[in-house]
Antibody, heavy 119, light 106 residues
Framework: VQLVESGGGLEQPGGSLRLSCVAS????????MSWVRQGPGKGLEWVSG????????FYADSVKGRFIISRDNSDNTLYLQIRSLRDEDTAIYYC?????????????WGQGALVTVSS | ERMLTQSPATLSVSPGETVTFSCRAS??????LAWYQQKPGQPPRFLIS???TRATGVPAKFSGSGSGTEFTLTIDSLQSEDFAVYFC?????????FGQGTKLEI
C-alpha cells in the first residue's frame, strides 16, 4: 500500500488549493478514505472522509462549507479542495486509507503535504 | 460528536518500565477505538483497532483494552524506539475524532 500526497504549498489567506492523494497497492474503490491534518506542534485533527464509492462524505465542523472531498476511483486518486484559506489551515495534510468501505480505523497513511497559509 | 480525552498529556518513564495510557470517550463508542504511534517528522503508525486487536507487525508488547467509554493502551518493557506520541481515535461514528495525544518521554 502506498499513498502519495501532492498539491501543498504556500498560499495567501482567502486563496484556494487542491490536494491530491494517489493510492496504489490495494483496490481503491473498496475502502473509505480520509484527510487528517496536523498543525505545527499540534495533535491530529480529522478533517474529512469519503466512502468507497464516493456517495457519502463527512466533514469536521471546522472546515464544513470550505473543504470538499472527492475521489476518482478510475484513477485511484483522492482529492481535497480547500477554499477561503485561513491562517489556522496551516498544517501537514495526511491522506489515510480506512479499513472498511464506509468507516474504520486508518490503517495506512501517506507522508503528508504541507500547506502554509500566510500573506 | 464523540470527544476523546487522553491522560496524562505527558508521561516520563525509564527504559524497561511498563506504561499505561488512558483514553476516555464522552459517550459510548462500543469497542470502535484505535491507537496510533507518531514519531517526530513521521506520519502516524496504526497500532491497534477494535480496542485490543494489534495491527499487522505490531509486537505483543503493545496491548489495548476497554469498551464503552474507558480504554487503555499498555506498553511493556519500554525501549528507546517506543518513545513517541500516542493518539487514540474513535471510528464508532463520524466525525472520527482523535484524542489530543499522550507524549511518552524518557
Amino acid at each position: 500500500v502506498q499513498l502519495v500526497e501532492s498539491g501543498g504549498g504556500l498560499e495567501q489567506p482567502g486563496g484556494s488549493l487542491r490536494l491530491s492523494c494517489v493510492a496504489s497497492g490495494f483496490t481503491f474503490s473498496h475502502y473509505a478514505m480520509s484527510w487528517v491534518r496536523q498543525g505545527p506542534g499540534k495533535g491530529l485533527e480529522w478533517v474529512s472522509g469519503i466512502s468507497g464509492n464516493g456517495g457519502l462524505t463527512f466533514y469536521a465542523d471546522s472546515v464544513k462549507g470550505r473543504f470538499i472531498i472527492s475521489r476518482d476511483n478510475s484513477d485511484n486518486t483522492l482529492y481535497l479542495q480547500i477554499r477561503s484559506l485561513r491562517d489556522e489551515d496551516t498544517a501537514i495534510y495526511y491522506c489515510a486509507k480506512q479499513s472498511d468501505y464506509n468507516y474504520g480505523p486508518f490503517d495506512y497513511w501517506g507522508q503528508g503535504a504541507l500547506v502554509t497559509v500566510s500573506s | 460528536e464523540r470527544m476523546l480525552t487522553q491522560s496524562p498529556a505527558t508521561l516520563s518513564v525509564s527504559p524497561g518500565e511498563t506504561v499505561t495510557f488512558s483514553c476516555r470517550a464522552s459517550q459510548t463508542i462500543s469497542r470502535n477505538l484505535a491507537w496510533y504511534q507518531q514519531k517526530p517528522g513521521q506520519p502516524p503508525r496504526f497500532l491497534i483497532s477494535g480496542a485490543s486487536t494489534r495491527a499487522t507487525g505490531v509486537p505483543a508488547k503493545f496491548s489495548g483494552s476497554g469498551s464503552g467509554t474507558e480504554f487503555t493502551l499498555t506498553i511493556d518493557s519500554l525501549q528507546s524506539e517506543d518513545f513517541a506520541v500516542y493518539f487514540c481515535q474513535q471510528y464508532h461514528i463520524w466525525p472520527h475524532t482523535f484524542g489530543q495525544g499522550t507524549k511518552l518521554e524518557i
